[in-house]
């Protein structure tokens, strides 16, 4: 005996009821491969979903911890600012377009930069002691300072008590400073063997 079947839309958008599936159990095929895959979906779906809390409290910790340790507004404060103080907006470098902008750029930026640096020059060298030239054969700015106090602080001066012109910019004993010493030596050496 023939049995009549209604027919099931099968369109994604529309919806069949479980009564529908009943009905037409019998002439349904059910592909075991796919109806695995869509369990199997479903299993590591829940898994993910317990671990979705794990993960956003992770992601917010790793956010806290860089806005913590790289503040992204400070950090662009100091840039602005250094941009300004250095003039190196896009209008300002658009100014800067034969070479002596460019050497005068450079000189510019020198001295600015000396006025950041807390062992400049500019802030521990006696005005009796600085000189500023410029190097020729480098093409780049020089300053000297045989001042004790850069001396102490490692940057080439003069120690205390040596007079400027024996030492040299560099803080380092001339030649001749080294023979005066070492024939006054033999001379005090001599005259006491003597004795």
């Known amino acids: ?7 099931v839309d099968p369109r994604p958008d529309r919806d069949i009821t479980v009564a529908q599936v009943k009905e037409q159990l019998d002439v349904i ?3 075991v491969d796919v109806m695995r ?22 992601m917010a910790a790793f956010v806290l911890g860089l806005c913590t340790f790289s503040p992204a507004s400070e950090i662009y404060q100091v840039n602005r600012q250094l941009i300004q103080f250095f003039e190196l ?5 658009a100014q800067v377009k034969t070479t002596d902008d460019i050497y005068d750029f450079l000189i510019q930026f020198s001295l600015r930069n000396e006025k950041l640096m807390a062992s400049s020059a500019d802030y521990w060298c006696e005005s009796r002691y ?32 040596t007079s400027a012109a024996a030492s040299g910019a560099s803080g380092e004993p001339s030649e001749s ?13 001599g005259e006491s063997h003597g004795r």
Not at 38 to 52: A, F, N, S, T, Y
Not at 133 to 152: A, F, G, K, Q
Not at 154 to 159: H, R
């Open 130 to 161: 600085i000189s500023k030239e410029w190097d020729h054969h480098l093409d780049v700015p020089l300053t000297s300072c045989p001042s004790p106090r850069m001396y102490s602080l490692g940057f080439g001066g003069t120690a205390w008590g």
């Open 37 to 58: 895959q869509r369990l199997e979906l479903e299993v590591l779906m829940g898994q993910m979903m317990i671990k979705l809390p794990n993960f956003f409290l992770c």
């Open 89 to 93: 907006s896009t209008e300002e470098l």
């Open 29 to 31: 095929d059910v592909d």
């Open 177 to 189: 400073a080294n023979g005066s010493a070492v024939e006054a030596s033999a001379a005090a050496s």
């Open 1 to 7: 005996q023939h049995r009549h079947h209604k027919h």
